[in-house]
């Protein structure tokens, strides 16, 4: 059993900020690393974790949990963010994808990086512009929004699928929070502690 390695290695101390993406799987995990620089957004790795030839289940969450911590220990993101399952019409299937993004969640958790959820038609929105594009359509535009190297990429749509999770959490975290008003009491009294006594 082979992980396709990083398809390059920078120390994250040129960056302000990484961001790792996954994309979780149990046969193949996809991972994708951001570098962000001022407000440009730089790849800085991108790979997965294969997982096919493992038969038993609880192995395979062993095996995502130790190279999910061991991305983090190496490129000491910031940042997670994770594409959440979607829900699909074999139970069975859909619990084992649950625990694999769980375990991943976990490895995460376990280095104190916070994890941000997106919906697989959020990531493709935020790339494409089309909540229903192929996955084939979020790599075509990762490669232009990034300058990937044709070269660099993977024959698993999984490690693409990955960066672009996490290039959607670098849109939305960018964004400017937005002054909106306060949707109960108890939440203007959070906001506004010294005005109410």
Known sequence: MTDAHPTTRQTNREWDKVIIGIDPGTNVMGYGLLGV???KPV???MGVIT???MDDHYMKLNHIYQRVQSLVDNYLPDEMAIEAPFFGKNVQSMLK???AQG???AAALSRQVPITEYEPRKIKMAITGNGGASKEQVREMLVR???IPREQLLPQLDSTD???AALCHFYESSRPI???????WKEFVERNPDKVK
């Open 37 to 39: 620089r001022g407000k």
């Open 43 to 45: 790849i800085i790795a």
């Open 51 to 53: 997982l096919s030839k």
């Open 97 to 99: 994808l649950g625990r």
């Open 103 to 105: 375990v991943a969640m």
């Open 145 to 147: 929004i990034l300058n």
């Open 162 to 164: 990955a960066l672009a």
């Open 178 to 184: 937005k002054n909106a008003s306060p949707k109960s």
